[in-house]
DNA sequence: GGAAATGGTTTCACTTTCTAACTATCTAGT
DNA sequence: ACTAGATAGTTAGAAAGTGAAACCATTTCC
């Protein structure tokens, strides 16, 4: 407990935006992908996560280095210090459900776990994105 | 059916990004709300959701009157064409919602339902946007 | 081998947001 | 009743995130 604030004060894992976190996420799963996987992944254009894993990169978070067989991309990976603030951002949205709730008792609990269970196969289809209505 | 879709085409629904969203459904809500109402639920400063608010009286979704008690106040509501867009952009994203709630029998939707009637006391209170961790 | 496709970057414009500074109105304390 | 301070809102200016267009490098395909 008292480690995790040291790591989330320390790292500066202050301020991870909800696409920075989520680009280092899938990185930290993904290594070696490259910037059209994340932009497929996270949704945004090609310019935009440029300049994304630009940033986390700059901050220590990624490392780059040129694939192998195809020299036009990039692998991308998280570095040991993104994985740190990776997790350090983890425990804090963690720490944050768990007070939250808290305050169920286990019937309901177990009652919201259920639900999630069925719903999770309906919801994990990719948005898509959709140009047109 | 047809209906809501011809008023999401005709009213101009198109692109109400989920604040301008959340303002006008306050606003619907809450007739005769001020400018620190709308800040206080959005959680955004002051100077934002003035910009805010006037991009949507621009727009005809909302009317602007003073206050008579209070003549720093505004007193802010939707128009009827505020209502109908906001119903529209409601439509589309129940629609969305019951396609995809639209895999699920009975049993499986009676637990959902079950479910987040546990879960809304627990997440209904503000975030707060407390500015120290 | 050359045309077309793919992966990335750079530049520019637009939007959203914030902070700082300001005006107008209201409230309280004397 | 006056004034000091609080509250409501606006304006101006800067920073960050995003997308479209133009561009270069590399790969794939006929």
Avoid: C, Y
């Amino acid at each position: 407990m008292r480690a995790i604030r040291a790591q989330m004060r320390s790292t500066a894992a202050k301020e991870l935006s909800v696409v920075q976190f989520r680009t280092l996420a899938f990185l930290d799963r993904n290594r070696g992908a490259s910037l059209s996987d994340v932009k497929d992944h996270i949704g945004l254009t090609l310019p935009s996560v440029s300049k994304l894993v630009q940033g986390l990169i700059t901050r220590g978070f990624l490392h780059r280095e040129e694939d192998p067989n195809d020299r036009r991309r990039n692998a991308l990976a998280a570095t040991a210090k993104g994985r740190k603030v990776l997790e350090a951002a983890r425990a804090v949205t963690r720490q944050s459900l768990a007070e939250r709730l808290a305050g169920l008792d286990d019937e309901a609990l177990a009652l919201v776990l259920e639900a999630m269970h069925a719903l999770r196969p309906i919801f994990l289809t990719h948005n898509g994105k959709g140009k047109e209505s």
